[in-house]
DNA sequence: AAAAACTACAACCGCCGTAAT
DNA sequence: CATTACGGCGGTTGTAGTTTT
């Protein structure tokens, strides 16, 4: 037996409210405090039911509401914790004083989610899309995800983590995205991504460009790394570049994984266990064990540490050219759009 | 100028968890 | 334990204002 509307009440009223009706709301607020939002309407004399009280006074009349245009920093926080929360508006809310969970709610929807859209962004999944049917459209919209960086730069903690990782996460779609469409592309060349020397480039595209000025770091920072990584330290110093492309097109892997797996977390509920995994350090080496029981897989010694100079190559002045010099490296043809 | 389409957002609806009885 | 009341939340709707045709 569930409870019955509160406003099922006969007479009340109902729709916008006028001004008489707000000052009789802050009046009695102001004065008595809210109490009993049920009680309130009758001791304020009001004609409507309590909850319609509640939500005009929260939403709306309530004098620490901030008013006015989002500003940009309140935009990245929205993104950074949806992507983390989902649609917990009012535990956004509790991160942007002033701001109400309608309010946020009403932008996202109205703002927020059209403008990820345009950037190539999943706003559920918070993923750059694939869903396009030219791969060459979606590419600007990967750059222009890229560009999105510059939104995705906070102070706090958490939003770190969930910076990290989606940057990564653009690189590993777009990666996806080459590699599973070049059948049907024609841009691309057919051998690119059998030959796995092609996936980023020839390996002079480690020694040669300054993108990849941290490269060296490959082999410093394996330096750092001990007996259990020595078989993946020596592919790696070898060939660093093809042993992580040659991982992320095994057949094997692409079959069970037509879509890559998700770094950043799609739910709140892979948020928390997303959090806990990288403070083990074990997510992307979970990421890419996919058969951990086989340890005669050579892929499946990869250790967050290994990947961490892609990690820190999506630095924070991760620019179009950046990605454009990326893709550029994988396609047989010019970068098909204007600088 | 008028109608249609679109946008933004305040407000409502229904469900849920919890406390009180 | 069952029922009821309440506050809170997220999804949805209604509508005024704006833009496009």
Redo the contacts with the bound molecule.
């Keep these: 037996?569930?409870?019955?509307?509160?406003?099922?009440e006969n007479g009340l009223?109902?729709?916008?409210?006028t001004q008489e009706e707000?000052e009789k709301l802050i009046d009695h607020i102001q004065t008595h405090g809210?109490?009993?939002?049920?009680?309130?309407p009758k001791q304020a004399g009001l004609n409507?039911?309590?909850?319609?009280c509640?939500?005009?006074w929260?939403?709306?009349?309530r004098p620490d509401i901030k008013r006015g245009?989002f500003t940009e920093e309140e935009e990245q926080t929205i993104i950074n914790l949806h992507s983390l929360?989902?649609?917990?508006?009012?535990?956004?809310?509790?991160n942007l004083p002033g701001r109400?969970?309608?309010?946020i709610?009403?932008?996202w929807?109205?703002?927020l989610r059209?403008k990820l859209l345009q950037m190539g962004i999943d706003p559920v999944t918070h993923r750059p899309r694939t869903d396009h049917l030219n791969v060459l459209a979606a590419l600007p919209q990967l750059i222009a995800a890229a560009n999105f960086n510059s939104l995705l730069n906070l102070n706090q903690n958490v939003q770190v983590d969930a910076t990290t990782l989606a940057k990564a996460q653009l690189l590993h779609t777009m990666i996806q995205v080459l590699g599973t469409n070049n059948n049907t592309n024609p841009s691309f060349s057919s051998s690119t991504m059998q030959n796995s020397s092609n996936l980023f480039g020839q390996s002079s595209y480690l020694e040669n460009q300054n993108h990849f000025g941290q490269s060296q770091n490959f082999s410093h920072i394996l330096e750092n790394n001990h007996d259990e990584h020595l078989m993946v330290k020596s592919q790696i110093m070898d060939h660093p570049l093809e042993s992580f492309s040659s991982l992320l097109i095994q057949p094997d892997f692409q079959d069970d994984h037509n879509s890559l797996p998700l770094l950043v977390p799609a739910s709140p509920e892979e948020s928390k266990q997303t959090q806990t995994m990288i403070k083990n350090k074990e997510y992307i080496a979970d990421y890419h064990h996919h058969d951990t029981a086989n340890p005669s897989s050579s892929n499946s010694t990869f250790t967050q540490d290994h990947l961490q100079p892609w990690f820190d190559t999506i630095d924070d002045g991760a620019s179009a050219s950046y990605w454009k010099d990326i893709i550029e490296q994988t396609c047989s043809e010019p970068w098909p759009f204007p600088e």
């Design positions: 037996m569930g409870r019955s509307p509160c406003c099922d009223k109902k729709g916008p409210w707000d809210h109490g009993s939002w049920r009680a309130l409507r039911c309590g909850k319609s509640r939500l005009r929260t939403n709306y009349l245009n929360l989902g649609n917990k508006w009012s535990s956004i809310a509790g109400t969970d309608n309010e709610k009403n932008y929807n109205t703002h059209k």
